[in-house]
């Protein structure tokens, strides 16, 4: 379809060198024999608003998921490797974008073929020497991806597709100046607490328990937080000052306890935090707060973290609502058993 990206002249000249220098080895896959499901298995992936969802449709959205993840962290190997390692996270990935695929389709939402053709020119991963190189293009779609132009154009178009959806849910997230505050405090702030273990590594029944009976004794007895932690048979432990990037003696990192403490005043108590040592609870004793001054400076990159994080936490809320509302019938963690 978009012809004008596969037509241009270009040198061969050290491709395959540059290629061996920005891509792994790995090749793509097609769906090859994954159809659908094995005689016992379930005849079909699942329902999504009331349609169902054949092992082709998400055979190929295990392609388009995999090629995305490719786009996305095709110049770190670690990640790329640890990624498409992970079932689990494939499937899910690919069970998702069928139904915001879907999403996007009922809701209308277009994607122009300049709009593509911007994506694939603009991507580092097909160019060279800073500029679309159409020869790279359609060598790594060929030997890398394994599938055609027309297919990869149309799952970008899926993908801007979904993106303009994900701007659509977002659009009314906001970010204060209060909580950027809070998160900057947090990055750079530092924090002293009186802190106690509920229980020892993971949590349980009787973790939740034993917190229930500590908030009713600081709640309702009026109890002190270190009175309380007495009550429940353990006791208290104080920090030096720390920072989210540091380690507690007995505790480990404190990043937990400083996301946590950044949105506290002095005196109060916190909910339960999950370390690598156990779950605890602390009273913040004091604060170091970051300069004032930097705050100011670092305000605008701060408030675009915070509101990306907030977007995050929407997105998830949101998409979590879909999956819901619709109907799986597989194991996303070991899909390829429903293949024959």
Partial sequence: MLKILRH???????????????????????????????????????????????????????????????????????????????????????????????????LKIKVLDTEVIAYVRSHPMFSRGGAFDSGMYAYILRNNL?????????????????????????????????????????????????????????????????????IELTEKDKKSFEEAVAAIGSKTQETPLFSKSDSIDGVGEALGLAAQAAGMKIGDISQPVRTKNGVIVFKLLSTQDADAGNFEKEKAEYSKKVLNLKKNIHLEAWIKGLEDANTLNIDLGDYEKYYR
């Fill in 8 to 106: 241009k002249n270009v040198s061969r000249i050290a491709l395959w060198a540059i290629l061996i220098l920005i891509l792994p080895s790995f090749v793509m896959w097609g769906a090859g024999n994954m159809g659908k499901s094995g005689e016992k298995g379930p005849t079909f992936v699942g329902k999504i608003n009331g349609a169902k969802v054949s092992f082709e449709d998400f055979s190929k959205s295990l392609t388009s998921t995999r090629c995305q993840i490719i786009l996305n962290y095709f110049n770190n190997s670690n990640i790329l490797d640890e990624l498409l390692k992970n079932r689990q996270l494939l499937g899910k990935v690919a069970w998702d974008r069928l139904i915001m695929s879907r999403e996007a389709k009922r």
């Fill in 146 to 214: 394994g599938i055609d132009a027309r297919t990869f154009e149309e799952m970008v178009r899926e993908n801007l597709a979904m993106q303009k959806l994900n701007e659509m849910q977002t659009k009314d997230v906001k970010a204060t100046d209060e909580e950027t505050l809070a998160f900057y405090k947090a990055d750079n702030g530092k924090f002293k607490v009186s802190y106690a273990f509920i229980s020892a590594g993971e949590p349980t029944a009787e973790t939740l328990e034993k917190y229930k009976r500590f």
